[in-house]
């Protein structure tokens, strides 16, 4: 059975950092691209960052841009999410995915890590 099990949220004020983890059971995901995406309250799910498979490239919205770093180890199935001088609006429930091809809808996901960041 494939499980994606995030890590790593928390509480954190304005200003600092937090790290999340995402590990990879049931299969290896050196072939795949993997995501992180974000849901704050009454909004709908947003893309954050990913990273490719086969060059390491990786891509950010907007808005986390200079701030937060995707990186992944391939040996620990693992994928990260570095987050520096968060905000308020950075608060969400974080998802990590996986997908071979970046089609996210159907790849695999995990069941979200609570981020709140205090004023």
């Known amino acids: 059975q494939v499980q994606l099990v995030e890590s790593g949220g928390g509480l954190v004020q304005a200003g600092g950092s937090l790290r999340l983890s995402c590990a990879a059971t049931?299969?290896?995901?050196?072939?795949?691209?993997l995501g992180w995406f974000r849901q704050a309250p009454g909004k709908e799910r947003e893309f954050v960052a990913a990273?490719?498979?086969?060059?390491?490239?990786?891509s950010y919205a907007d808005s986390v841009k200079g701030r937060f770093t995707i990186s992944r180890d391939n040996a620990k199935n693992t994928v990260y999410l570095q987050m520096n001088n968060l905000k308020p609006e950075d608060t969400a429930v974080y998802y990590c995915?996986?997908?071979?091809?970046?089609?996210?809808?159907?790849?695999?996901w995990g069941q979200g890590t609570q981020v709140t960041v205090s004023s």
């Open positions: 049931g299969r290896t995901f050196s072939r795949y691209a």
């Open positions: 990273i490719n498979w086969s060059d390491d490239s990786t």
């Open positions: 995915a996986a997908d071979p091809a970046q089609l996210w809808h159907q790849g695999y």
